[in-house]
């Protein structure tokens, strides 16, 4: 199954842009589902998670900017990202479990994943 995300593009530091993450087709229900960002040439980061009792975590650098939401039965998922800064811009992707628990935030890679959409952030 192969996540769909979109939403991304380029705003100037201080805007807002919202993500979406779609499944390609039905799978099954997710435990977990998460956002992450990479730059070129630097480690993945999680951004955010969302369980099914709507549990919610934060990377410290997004936290009361970023809002994770979703529907763990539908394994659709969103990341509104208000007050943008610079360090924002990356290729966000957005990932769920698809029913295999692994922890939340997970203890190894998540199963399904997106391709990824650019956010840049401009001064």
Same mark, same amino acid.
């Given at each position: 199954?192969?996540?769909?995300?979109?939403?991304?593009?380029?705003?100037?530091?201080?805007?807002?842009?919202?993500?979406?993450?779609?499944?390609? %087709?039905?799978?099954?229900?997710?435990?977990?589902?998460?956002?992450?960002?990479? *730059?070129?040439?630097?480690?993945?980061?999680?951004?955010?998670?969302?369980?099914?009792?709507?549990?919610?975590?934060?990377?410290?650098?997004?936290?009361?900017?970023?809002?994770?939401?979703?529907?763990?039965? %539908?394994?659709?998922?969103?990341?509104?990202?208000?007050?943008?800064?610079?360090?924002?811009?990356?290729?966000?992707?957005?990932?769920?479990?698809?029913?295999?628990? *692994?922890?939340?935030?997970?203890?190894?890679? @998540?199963? @399904?994943?997106?391709?990824?959409?650019?956010?840049?952030?401009?001064?």
């Amino acid at each position: 199954v192969q996540l769909v995300e979109s939403g991304g593009g380029s705003v100037q530091a201080g805007g807002s842009l919202r993500l979406s993450c779609a499944p390609s %087709k039905d799978t099954d229900a997710s435990f977990c589902m998460g956002w992450f960002r990479q *730059v070129p040439g630097k480690q993945r980061e999680a951004v955010a998670f969302i369980d099914r009792d709507g549990v919610t975590t934060y990377t410290d650098s997004v936290k009361g900017r970023f809002t994770i939401s979703g529907d763990v039965w %539908k394994n659709t998922l969103y990341l509104q990202m208000n007050s943008l800064k610079t360090e924002d811009t990356a290729m966000y992707y957005c990932a769920v479990d698809g029913g295999v628990w *692994v922890g939340c935030p997970p203890s190894v890679d @998540f199963y @399904f994943w997106g391709r990824g959409t650019q956010v840049t952030v401009s001064s």
